[in-house]
Each structure stands twice: as structure tokens, then as C-alpha cells.
């Protein structure tokens, strides 16, 4: 759906009942009803751009997927998405040429993740590392913003691709990126894309707002949305998986969840800063030296998140070096496109784009 102009009542309807939304900044508008409507209806004075446009529902309500800079550029973003999709439901996504070798391995990747967990890093950067060079098609950069959902290829292979932006809100579940998560998921299973979830969870956003927004029973539509998909997921563990949010990280129980972590990935119901925070909370208050006393059982609980302990319990696959992640998703991407037409009875018929 491209808004071009104003779309107003069902104009605005077409557009955000799209699969794929874009407006022209500026010079669009998408709305319920227009600003003499809003003055007759309601009593508020309010603009075009105020009421319907690019701010508004690109960065605020989310309404519209993405913005761009003119009426041409609009409709190459809905080129570029459409690239990545199958001509019906009843076929396989398109494969295209790709002279990006599988096995390439950027040497930066080993310390791409710091040794501070509380420090972010650039996730745009190891997802643009890992897939098809050039091929990241971002949807709903601004909204939900600690969720990064996109469209990349894999040796060809179109998926669809879901990580963790540390650097909103630490990557944190808000009740908007719950949404837009699964909006997304069902967008992949709808058209038959495996998904990739670089995971970096540290958990449902906490606090008053966040439990005003009803959080978690948002995030729990969202577990839902991950459950019923029928498509192959891989899940790379790069750091972080704790509570719901890091619980709902691809299908639970199914053969089509593959599941590898990177060395810094450490997961369970609470971090342990929250942890000790609440079940030493007598010991750290009673204490001379509170804050000498935190430091001693942050140190003595720290090889707990050491990730060869735990991987057998939680289904993680493998503990892979970060450098071998192109390589090891191209290879299972090829096995999930062999696995598609069984698991959701379409024509094993592919396209080349």
C-alpha cells in the first residue's frame, strides 16, 4: 500500500491493510478523516502533517511501515519488497544469483559483542556482515524500535530476519515491538520465508509505562504468533535470552527450530543482576558494605552464564566461532528451501529473480 497523497477514511484502510506500507514524507498523508472533519467532529485544530503524516504514523503510531523522500523512491521500496516474495502463496519465494561467497568470514565478528553486557553495539552492522551483501531490506525501522525486522537473502535465498537492538531501550519487549513482531511473523509465514532470529534479549521492558501499555499480553500475542508459524526458523543466541521475550525465540518443541549460539550468549528466567538483586536482597541490606557485598555474588554467580554449561538444556544445536555465521546459516537455508514444500504443501516450484 502506497500513500502518495492523502488517504483519508478508506484510502487510508488500503494502505495499512497492506502486507507492506509506504508514504512519501511530506507530501502524504494517511488518516481516519481529514483536518476539517477532526475541527467539526472533535473541536481540535490540527494540520495534515500533524494528524496523518510521516511523524505520526511512521515514528509514533507505526500505521505505515516506511517513509520515503519522494513518489519514485516509494515505489522502488515496493520493488525491493516484492523481490523477496513468491509470485502466488502456492509457490516457494524467488532465488536469485549471489556472488557473495557462503563461506565469507569477517574477522570482526569475534569481537563484535562486548564483554560489558550492558554496552550495546551495531546490529545493523553484524546483520549486514552476515547476509547477502546489500540485500538488508529494512520494514519499520522507526516504530518498535528495539525489534529489527528485515528482509535479506542468504546465498540467494530470501528470508525473513528478526534481531535485537541494544541500543533502544537495551533491546528490550515494549508493547510496539511486541506488535510489530508479530505482525512480521506473520508476514514470513504467509509467504513462506524461513526466519532468522538474531537473538539478544534481555526481556519484557519493565517499569509503569511499560505496564500500562499491557506489555506482557502483547508480548504474549506475540509468543503466539511464533508458535503457530509453520515455516523453518534459525536461531543465533549472539547474547541475551531471559524471561518471556527470551523464551519466545522461534516455534518451542519442533524439528524447523534450529538453534546455535555465539560464546558471549548467555540465557535463563533473569539475569543475574536481577537475580541476586532479588534473592540476596536481606543479605545485600544487612550487610556493612551493600555494595562490596553485590560485587562478591555477582562474582561468584558469573560462571553460571557461561553458555557450555547450560546449551544441552536449553536445545541449543552447536556453540559456533561468529565468524562461521554466514557460512553455517547458508548452509541450513539451503535444507530449510528443501523442507518448505513438505512442511507447507506448496509447488516446490522456485523462481530466479
Given amino acids: 500500500g502506497v500513500a502518495m497523497g492523502a488517504a483519508a477514511g478508506l484510502g487510508a484502510v488500503r494502505v495499512v491493510c497492506s502486507h507492506f506500507s509506504v508514504m512519501v514524507a511530506g507530501r502524504s498523508y494517511v488518516f481516519a478523516a481529514g483536518p476539517r472533519v477532526v475541527k467539526a467532529a472533535v473541536g481540535e485544530d490540527v494540520s495534515a502533517e500533524e494528524l496523518g503524516g510521516a511523524t505520526m504514523h511512521v515514528r ?3 500505521m505505515v511501515d516506511n517513509e520515503a523522500s519522494s513518489e519514485l523512491e516509494a515505489l522502488d521500496q515496493v520493488r525491493a519488497f516484492l523481490s523477496y516474495l513468491p509470485p502466488s502463496v502456492h509457490e516457494l519465494p524467488p532465488v536469485a544469483d549471489c556472488d557473495d561467497p557462503a563461506d565469507r ?8 559483542i562486548p564483554r560489558d553486557g550492558r554496552k550495546p553495539y551495531a546490529v545493523r552492522a553484524v546483520l549486514d556482515s552476515v547476509f547477502d551483501s546489500g540485500s538488508v531490506f529494512e520494514i519499520g525501522r522507526y516504530h518498535g524500535r528495539s525489534q529489527v525486522t528485515a528482509l535479506a537473502r542468504l546465498d540467494g535465498h530470501p528470508v525473513a530476519v ?16 511486541a506488535e510489530k513482531l508479530m505482525r512480521f511473523v506473520d508476514l514470513a509465514d504467509t509467504f513462506h520465508l524461513p526466519v532468522v532470529n538474531l537473538m539478544d534479549q534481555p526481556g519484557t521492558f519493565v517499569g509503569s509505562a511499560a505496564e500500562s501499555r499491557g506489555t506482557v499480553r502483547v508480548g504474549l500475542r506475540a509468543a503466539l504468533a511464533i508458535e503457530q508459524s509453520r515455516v523453518p526458523w ?7 535470552a531471559f524471561g ?3 523464551s519466545a525465540y522461534g516455534p518451542l518443541g519442533r524439528h524447523v527450530n534450529w538453534r546455535v549460539a ?4 548467555h540465557w535463563g528466567s533473569i539475569p543475574i543482576a536481577g537475580g ?16 562490596a557485598t553485590r560485587r562478591q555474588l555477582y562474582a561468584e554467580l558469573a560462571h553460571l552464564e557461561d553458555p557450555f554449561l547450560t546449551a544441552e538444556r536449553f536445545g541449543i544445536n552447536d556453540i559456533i566461532d561468529p565468524r562461521t555465521t554466514r557460512a553455517t546459516l547458508c548452509e541450513w537455508v539451503r535444507g530449510a528451501y528443501r523442507l518448505l514444500p513438505e512442511q507447507l504443501g506448496v509447488s516446490r516450484r522456485t523462481t530466479r529473480c
Fill in 244 to 246: 518471556l521475550a527470551g
Fill in 276 to 291: 541476586v538483586e532479588s534473592a540476596y536482597r536481606r543479605e545485600i541490606e544487612s550487610s556493612p558494605d551493600p555494595e
Fill in 234 to 240: 534459525a536461531t543465533v543466541f549472539i547474547r541475551r
Fill in 60 to 62: 509514533r503510531s507505526g
Fill in 162 to 177: 528478526l534481531a535485537n537492538d541494544p541500543k533502544q531501550w537495551g533491546g528490550a519487549l515494549t508493547a510496539d515491538s
Fill in 262 to 265: 555465539w560464546p558471549t550468549a
Fill in 105 to 112: 568470514a569477517d574477522e570482526w565478528l569475534a569481537t563484535a
